[in-house]
């Protein structure tokens, strides 16, 4: 059982069936230590287990979506 810590990859991923993207409401898929959007790419940071949904805080996964968006 993963104790609390620093580690960002103490995130429990069942905790991904409850979330969504901020942006487009897409699923969350847990990739390294972030959430990465299947809708439009975003990837959320986890600070401390915790997911960050936060639009203005996310970069762009996708490359198709760069330079397109901001
Ligand atoms: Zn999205």
Partial sequence: ??????????????VLAQLACP???????????????AGCGRAYPIVDGIPVLIVERAAVEDPRMSGKLL
Avoid at 4 to 14: C, G
Avoid at 23 to 37: H, I, M, N, P, Y
């Fill in 1 to 14: 059982m993963p104790a609390a810590s620093s580690n960002p990859a103490a995130f429990d991923p069942t």
């Fill in 23 to 37: 942006a487009c409401l897409g699923d969350l898929r847990l990739k390294e230590a972030r959430l990465v959007c």
